[in-house]
């Protein structure tokens, strides 16, 4: 079965930490997505990526930078977190194209800053 | 800005019945269309996803595409409790290359009352 796997379930930090999310994919996907999802505002995405060293930003990517340094992996760092940055974080993959592929998701990552 | 239109609701409805969920898109030239459920807590999951015109059906499940109309819903027949939960319409971005980058909705939250 085709899996995109984070690392955390749960994870509490404190503020000011440098925050690591990982994420892999074992489908040879190219593109990767990292999103977070908040009451009210739905998921918004933060960074992806379309191939290994490239990033582009999404809409909301102040306090985050991303790493891919692998087709498999896509990491999401918090440089210095803080407890507006505390919400459910979703990695996704895809393939390129206009086909009917979607995103499949991982599991998610809850994450509060304390 | 491209966006996608939900009705957050909820939407409540009895066991046995059909759900109708609608979306509407902004993007004229969008081409495939997706359909995920998100239970409370969990990640998102694809369930139906549309390219062409017309209606789709998949068990339970028929989703419904107007290009002319930039509409698209589902209708979940002989809706049952398990299938409360918030659905997620989404379009994958035109004109950004080979990204597939999907616009989401803000998801509208279905109730199926025994």
């Known amino acids: 079965d085709v899996k995109v796997t984070q690392s955390s379930r749960y994870l509490v930090k404190r503020t000011g930490e440098k925050v690591f999310l990982e994420c892999v994919q074992d489908?040879?996907?190219?593109?990767m997505f990292w999103y977070r999802q908040d009451p009210g505002l739905g998921l918004r995405l933060i960074y992806f990526?379309?191939?290994?060293?490239?990033?582009e930003k999404g809409d909301i990517p102040e306090g985050y930078s991303v790493s891919r340094e692998k087709k498999e992996r896509f990491s999401l760092i918090l440089e210095s977190a803080s407890t507006n940055q505390t919400s459910m974080y979703l990695c996704?993959?895809?393939?390129?194209?206009?086909?009917?592929?979607?995103?499949?998701f991982g599991s998610g990552t809850r994450l509060t800053v304390v | 800005q491209k966006e996608v239109e939900q009705n957050s609701g909820p939407l409540s409805v009895p066991e046995g019945a059909i759900a109708s969920l609608n979306c509407t898109y902004s993007?004229?030239?969008?081409?495939?269309f997706f359909w995920y459920r998100q239970y409370s807590g969990k990640s998102p999951e694809l369930i139906m996803s549309?390219?062409?015109?017309g209606d789709k059906e998949d068990g339970r499940f028929t989703a419904q595409l107007n290009k002319a109309s930039q509409y698209v819903s589902l209708l979940i027949r002989d809706s049952q409790p398990s299938d409360s939960a918030t659905y997620l319409c989404?379009?994958?971005?035109?004109?950004?290359?080979?990204?597939?980058?999907?616009?989401f909705g803000q998801g509208t939250t279905l109730q199926v009352k025994p």
């Open positions: 996704a993959s895809s393939t390129p194209g206009q086909g009917t592929y979607g995103y499949t």
């Open positions: 489908m040879d996907h190219e593109n």
């Open positions: 990526s379309y191939d290994v060293k490239m990033k």
């Open positions: 993007d004229r030239v969008s081409q495939s």
């Open positions: 549309i390219y062409s015109n």
């Open positions: 989404a379009v994958k971005e035109m004109g950004s290359g080979n990204t597939g980058k999907l616009i």
